[in-house]
């Protein structure tokens, strides 16, 4: 993202229901496991199948039906990836599932979305969940959905909410052909999706970082009680983001300490890398928690220091004006007796007396510093 | 539950009271372990006890009277299971105990209601203690019960505190024949249970999830006294549902990580996916409690924002009025010598400086945003 | 106790100094270790020693002396229970130590007040410290006393600070005969009176629920300084039953894990369940405590929100009547030439138009629900 | 310390620069180590060495020259007590460290004051390192000091920053004679030294506890500004407690577990016993703190209190008082047409109507508790 | 740095913004692992390679051009340590990675700045990544620069961000031939750099500790809404010190449990002296943010104090001047008949009376301690 142009914060993203918060309903109680349920949103579009087969020599790239017969991929000797890009076809999950072999209760995962980031390691294949969270710069908003991964001997699946995905640079390093990638087996194009949303992270931690510098300014400069709602939603937002983030650093470690002979020994040091960078985004949403926090305090203490300028305004007015009221009510009345009113220069006598009272209840204000 | 119909706040729910939160009294201090107290609260309704028997062919399906020989159903070849709903009739408790050889201190945590989730290994059995908290969608209200599981080979017994549970999803696919279920061992069955019981927990949270948006809406939209009560109370709510949570972790790990020959490996899967299930609840749970934490920030904000618009009306008020009555004093005193007061045009000079007074202290108060 | 009749906070309850919070004073510093050096308050009665010796069959009950020989009860076949009453005899622990051969630093912990639960295991016989508190229902207040005890092969010895303790249980069920207590050993004995101590423990934090709950009526309905005092003085009061129970689960854990052969195998699965009843201590005195924090944001919240009200009628009254007084100095005024006076309806046009304003302030603090 | 006799809080005391908490600057970056630079505040008093050496039969006591062989001492049968006051003397320190050929890093360590608690286990001598607290019952002041311990076979070398020290209560008992220290190794002695240290936290506790206790009356009975400053002081006081207590535990701990043979088996119940009260200090200490943060909630809602006290007064007399001073000013109006003006009993009947008024407004706040 | 010159927070220190306090963006998306690419700042230095061979008896020191061949230095006998200032050269990085045979990933690492601390161990190789935190005296701002160290067999690699660093000291030494630094291996070296980093971030930690202690004197004389801000901002300054210390102590930890043959034994004991200080270095920034948190309590209740000062203000003057003025404003009524207006002695009289209420109000406010 280019900090030059400030992205705005879209109404949408700061107004997140508390629900989506949780993003965690899993089935009806007492339903069967494996049972495949869809938790996502209704979709309009139709789901995308997308196929690259690749060796260190040939590459193939094409679309699939939903209906395809799965099986063939499942057995060939190029490194097999298959995209899914929208889960409410459960038919082609079960049809996959049982090309590959995937147990129920992971495809019962899969399509289950609201999942916590996770990595479980089967005899023949690792099954991985992710949340890609992804930036759309036409809207200014943060989209959270849920990756299902599955790596095998010779195959990866990948299964997406929705089109659009952090993996261009992928695909290209695929389809370039000099890279390291088309030498290497399932374990290692794993690792570059995995990385690649790992990656996309402090993206969407810079935009928060932006988002916080501008409620920043704005508490300093013109806090109203909408700056508050906004620090709130802002809040509320990297709750969801550490949700994401946090369960990273163990998914990480546990695919490093693999004994599992799917993972090569080479792919490990770049696993480790991984890590270091799952551990360096929860210690960046971290550090960005504890700034919104103070940003909290910052506006509370805004708020009563405002509160002071009201005040005193308030006290400097009533405190001159109210003993001069008096004096000049003083002689308004009406006794028959008052010597006073029958002196010719008492009443700009009486004026002087206002002021230096004004004057002197002025120097004792500005004394205290209320001036 | 179905989120479109928005279920209201019971005012039974937000006024438990703090012993509620509690529920941890055991027995008189001295008494011998292993008697048999019951802790509940006063129940009209008799105890009842219903079988459930079945292999892989055949399906029995009865209610039992509370003073049956039980001695029979430890013994047969099919899977019993025995649910009881009611703990109050301690010589039922005493009567199924020595049929299925339970521990005295089992037969004590049955009926005595207010226990902390846990599980514990026997040679010979396994007893679960779970909360379970249902929606009771008529009043809207949470209910927070006991369940007492044990089961050993052949066997499951299940006890609840009241009739109703979310067992109906597990009755069916016993029922069904065709399930996984009815091929399975009680451990199977025994999991079916668990699974069910956490599963619900997300029903709960939802429902949580809601009130916690609706007193948002509320906080934001006309903040009370009231508003506060019910932050308070929802706060103390959740303490609550975190108590049932909390354990559950240790409680599925320890289930998974067993290696009694009472639980299959086969179900070990299946319990590793029990245990994603409680971590992801008890995630969501913790962030449900911070959302309600940071509402009380909000109100608190809210609260002071409110006070500097009062303030401000007050200060604009008096400082624009006061100065102006001191004037009109000045010319009401009764001084024989106050040369203005014979000038003709002494009057409407007066009121154009007060108007211009006045006018100026709008625009300061303008320029400071008050208006 | 009865919950039906709530008990009401003592005085002296709520006004312990912080220095009681402590409790914990060793010696002077540099003295030799194993000086037996009594610290806690000064007492008026008698110390009192009591014996129960017991086998299957028989049972002797009776008083000792303070200057009694203890030697022989080393060496006897019955299950010997020694229970002291009172610290302050400092030769009396001193024979009851060299005919147990007590460890010097032993000797100096019983009579040492102040000390934090713990559980020491030396070859012969393990040592226990534990806090009773005890609920004093004349007076209302909870009595905080150190109890040592000592259990080896054949012996139960037990040291209190005061006489009166929650054992009446245990002492009924060993002269009761029928009990499992009459035919296990001395690490069952103790068991139980550890059991004891700890079911006692429910009590206190039922007690401390009541007193929250009359506390949050208190602070809904009239709060007071007064009443954040008593949140205080009970936060203080929960510090110390937090230091009594929090080390009781790593005490009752190291029981349980023993491999001493001082500690029956049978026995373990009682240790087992004194250490689920101290979890739920633990774990019902967290939440309290953060149900007692509340109280303090609903106190402060409730504080807030009396500001408020008060302002608005200060508001309310001055925005009213100062603009009107304003207009009522105008024409108070004393100026010749002021034509509207000479009007005949402009008195009573004047009082309508103060009317208007009047109205129109109201309708723009209900608008604003000031009213 | 005799509770007796309370102690004031010193200026000192609670005026102690935030540099100070810190206390840890170790040399210039990029020198070398085992580079000795004193980094204490400057002293007058000249270094003193004092020896004590003795075995079950004889001691001998005695002043040693900064300049004198210490080569001797490290070789001869008898223990050894090498006690050292005033750390400015770096070639006393490297004559020492070299005749009982302690590591430069060691030697280092022992003049650089500001260091944490630790132990280090040498192949020949432990290096010990704590902070000595002491109470000036003279200027009621708290001080912080550095003291190295370092022990080997047949000899203890102590370090402390300035003369004066807790230990006057071991050398009594070395003096003594019928001890269990004259019969005990090196070990034993530096446990000794040890124990005597930690005791005595107990007292700075104490202190601190009464400081606390003095603040709470204040902030009870008349809070003011300087109040909050104090509570403030005394918050970062405790700082420095915890950082001298916090890693003791530890430090207990290691020297509780090592399996070096400089530490006497029979040592090792004794250190247990350290390691207790470390635990307790610790605990205690913990304590202190959150009642010290809880008298910073009670100030702030003190002041609150206060703030509504001052506004009650304020609402109460402008309310009272400004509606009926605009019913005078009507009636001090001067049209010409003001017919009540002229009835006899009008004037009467206005006060009663303004009595009346009060008299509702008076009612009106009792009724809200304002009075 | 010497304390007797305080040094004044430079403006650029306090207006850092966020963006800058994660400091750890890593490259786009999806690009292959081990692509160089440069994150840091732009430059317009030249980057600069500083050598310095030697061995016991010699040493030779230049700089080198960026374009020479280092294949060289990997394979010499003398200990070899290049320093680069300036990591934008990115060819750099590949010839000196590719002659030592660095890892691409590492290369990445080198000049990717914004990494958390971290060690990586590799079989020729160790790794290391660390933040140098400067104080430029002249504009009295902290740098925080990252590190890189690679060290093996004979030959140690440092990357800088810029010129300029804290090594001062360790080329003096290595210069200086007669100490240890030149007869250790590069293990020693790699040691003596990191300890210079580490023991400098206590002259940063001092620096701030004085920050804090003018912040504090600001906030007890003369608070203002910008003390707010600049413990706000300092809270954030604290934020990335926290993060370039936290990950030491681990970083320390591995370090010296390492088994690599790669660090000498006698390296061991230096390293364990840097882990010291790293637990100093953690230990006293947490206390650095405690006492910066409580200097935010201590302005808001602050600002309270004041509120209330200015409430007492503006009390007093209208409690003592409306009924005053009401009082007058009665005597200013034109009814016909008030037969108090032509006593002779009412006028003084009235003007007794209102001596005797302002006196009477005065005493009222000075018992209320608002005097």
């Known amino acids: 993202m280019d900090s030059s142009s400030p992205v705005k914060v879209a109404g949408d993203l700061l107004s997140?229901?508390?629900?989506?918060?949780?993003?965690?309903?899993?089935?009806?109680?007492?339903?069967?496991?494996?049972?495949?349920?869809?938790?996502?949103?209704?979709?309009?579009?139709?789901?995308?199948?997308?196929l690259i087969e690749y060796d260190e020599e040939d590459l193939e790239e094409r679309a699939?039906?939903?209906?395809?017969?799965?099986?063939?991929?499942a057995a060939n000797d190029r490194l097999t990836w298959i995209n899914v890009d929208g889960l409410d076809d459960l038919d082609l999950t079960r049809a996959i599932g049982s090309?590959?072999?995937?147990?129920?209760?992971?495809?019962?995962?899969?399509?289950?979305t609201g999942q916590r980031p996770k990595v479980e390691e089967y005899d023949d294949y690792f099954f991985v969940v992710l949340r890609m969270l992804t930036l759309?710069?036409?809207?200014?908003?943060?989209?959270?959905?849920?990756?299902?991964?599955?790596?095998?001997k010779g195959y990866v699946l990948s299964f997406q909410e929705r089109a659009g995905d952090v993996w261009q640079g992928v695909r290209d390093r695929i389809r370039g052909k000099s890279?390291?990638?088309?030498?290497?087996?399932?374990?290692?194009?794993?690792?570059?999706?995995?990385?690649?949303?790992?990656?996309?992270?402090?993206?969407?931690?810079?935009?928060?970082?932006?988002?916080?510098?501008?409620?920043?300014?704005?508490?300093?400069?013109?806090?109203?009680?909408?700056?508050?709602?906004?620090?709130?939603k802002l809040r509320q937002e990297m709750f969801v983001?550490?949700?994401?983030?946090?369960?990273?650093?163990?998914?990480?470690?546990?695919?490093?300490?693999?004994?599992?002979?799917?993972?090569?020994?080479?792919?490990?040091?770049?696993?480790?890398?991984?890590?270091?960078?799952t551990v360096q985004v929860v210690d960046a949403a971290e550090t960005l928690r504890e700034v919104v926090s103070g940003l909290m305090d910052l506006y509370l203490s805004s708020v009563s220091n405002r509160m002071n300028e009201i005040m005193k305004v308030l006290t400097i007015m009533a405190s001159i004006f109210i003993p001069?009221?008096?004096?000049?009510?003083i002689y308004g009345m009406?006794?028959?007796?008052?010597?006073?009113?029958?002196?010719?220069?008492?009443?700009?006598?009486?004026?002087?007396?206002?002021?230096?009272?004004?004057?002197?209840?002025?120097?004792f204000f500005k004394r205290r510093d209320w001036l």
Not at 23 to 36: E, N, V, Y
Not at 324 to 329: I, M, R
Not at 337 to 359: D, F, K, N, S, T
């Open 16 to 50: 997140l229901p508390v629900r989506n918060l949780l993003r965690a309903f899993p089935k009806k109680p007492g339903a069967a496991p494996g049972t495949l349920v869809y938790t996502g949103p209704e979709r309009s579009e139709p789901v995308a199948v997308h």
């Open 179 to 232: 890279g390291r990638i088309r030498t290497r087996g399932a374990d290692y194009l794993a690792y570059a999706l995995i990385d690649a949303i790992v990656d996309n992270y402090f993206n969407i931690l810079e935009f928060f970082a932006e988002q916080v510098e501008l409620l920043e300014e704005e508490v300093l400069e013109s806090p109203t009680q909408d700056t508050m709602h906004r620090i709130h």
């Open 324 to 329: 001069l009221t008096f004096l000049a009510g």
């Open 99 to 112: 090309a590959f072999q995937l147990h129920p209760l992971v495809q019962e995962d899969l399509v289950h």
């Open 136 to 152: 759309d710069t036409a809207t200014s908003s943060v989209k959270n959905e849920q990756i299902g991964i599955v790596f095998g």
């Open 241 to 277: 983001v550490r949700r994401a983030v946090w369960p990273l650093r163990e998914l990480a470690n546990a695919l490093v300490r693999t004994e599992s002979p799917l993972v090569d020994e080479g792919t490990g040091v770049f696993l480790r890398d991984v890590y270091d960078h």
């Open 334 to 363: 009406n006794f028959e007796r008052m010597p006073e009113l029958g002196i010719p220069w008492a009443y700009p006598a009486l004026l002087g007396i206002m002021g230096v009272m004004a004057l002197g209840l002025l120097i």
């Open 64 to 73: 699939l039906r939903t209906d395809a017969s799965f099986q063939e991929f």
